[in-house]
């Protein structure tokens, strides 16, 4: 159970990576769990090929999950293009986050930084959202 | 049951009676601090289901064997207990329903749709459990009333010098508190607002979720016109709740639910309503659960609801004196004085999930988010807050474990 706040994942809460906003960003979005009122805001910025993310920053609070897992994703999803990221699974991401035996409840936190950026994408670049994030806007009732 | 004279209980002797209870959670014994969102459930209310479903269990009011007769002894046995328990002048003002949500909505619906109109008023608190402060927001809105607040003060206590400027806006016409709030514990002085509703004409509905588990109730000396609870709160099964009503107002009141059981008579042309408490109980009522229901209350009322207050005061007392002593602690609420068993806080720097589930490698069971009052969790600033509520059960000594664990928590995130 201790595992749920190894070292690095308190290191991703207390410093996170790619802190902050991105004025002009090509892609953004904001979503919010209402089970626990965890709020993460992604920007993104890309390069000249217009498909490859060359920046990517959030902003936001809530628990160290949440907060966490989307410092996590950060740096997961640099240098990858949109089309990439729209292909990112949950196992993936909660592969790196590396928590075992994750409560449901905790998963949703971690999972609201990668929901809110494939929206951002779908946006931004038509990217396809999976079957399996349908629903996701409304669920993290994202903007 | 252990019980020592009428006014202390034996918290420890209690704890045989809660099956639940004798386990470990991570290896550790189970601490639950979570009684404010559901208590746990006796033996004695466990037995009491299980017997009627064995030996008379059949539907009720409508079978002429001996079975159906023997159910339908059980099921009002029990509403004449629950009418007892808040003191209602008769049985026939105890509507059984789901959960204290319903018996609000059932108002709201019932008497709200028909009574309220453009130029009155809907008066809830900032304090408001969401199911006494989202059907009335509704229902305001199908009917063009206007919806106001009750304000709090930073103390965590309704401010009742809002009362006259709030009756300036228009006609009150429904005032709905909570007597005891379950984020905070405040105790909500319900007879001044019952005064205060009578005078402007108004019906003052209580929800008494959080209050009827842990106080002696008396719907005549509070005051009120209608008052909800719910038996999962107070040691009975979930499913099941009451509403009581003043007669003449359920008399007038539309019904909510149609269907079965509830009608006089159905022709084409036009069906008539029965009799209460009937009129507002369609459909096959959640039979045992009142039978559990009312062994909940007799379980209750052989401890001593006045020893349970008692018991728990002890506890919220020294509740706020060990968390007193945790670094970065923010308490929520008024004084112990004027307060029930519940501790609402939060950590500085720490999100309340975070706080919980450190707390849960630790077996310390309490409650981390919202708890269902947005409003007020935006009146004070924050998105969420942990919570540790007490019952009949809870030992000083899983105060501690929750002081201990707060420490460790610190510690975790520096």
Partial sequence: MEDLYREVILDHYKNPRGHGVIEDADASAEGVNPLCGDEVSIYVAFGDDGETIDEVKFS????????????????MVQGRTAHEVSELSKDELLEEVGIPHMSPIRIKCALLGLGVLKVALHRAKGTPLPQEWAGLDEEFQVR | MAVRADTELDARALRA???ILAQEIHGKPLAYLDSAVTAQKPRQMLDAMT???????????RGVYALAERATEGFEGAREKVARFVNAPSSREVIFTRNATEG????AYAWGLTNLGPGDLVVVTELEHHSNFVPWQYVARRTGAGFRMIPLTDGGELDLEALDGIAADGEVKVVATNLVSNALGTVNPVERLSGWAHDHGAIMVVDAAQGAPHRAIDVQ????DF???SAHKMCGPSGVGALWGRRALLEEMEPFNLGGHMIKKVQFEETTWGELPHKFEAGTSPIAEAVGFGAAVDYLNAVGLEAIERHEHELLAYALERLADVPGIVLYGPPADRRAGIVSFNMDGVHPHDVAQVLDWEGVAIRAGHHCCQPLMQRLGVAATNRASFYL??????IDRLAEGLHRVRKVFG
């Fill in chain 1, 60 to 75: 936001g609070r809530g628990c160290a999950i949440s907060q966490a897992a989307t410092s996590m994703l950060t740096e």
């Fill in chain 2, 17 to 19: 009676d809660f099956p």
């Fill in chain 2, 51 to 61: 017997r009627f479903y064995e030996t008379s269990y059949a539907n009720v009011h």
């Fill in chain 2, 104 to 107: 609000l909505n059932l108002v």
């Fill in chain 2, 221 to 224: 000396a509070l005051g009120c």
């Fill in chain 2, 227 to 229: 008052l909800a609870f």
């Fill in chain 2, 393 to 398: 059960y809870t030992l000083p000594e899983e």
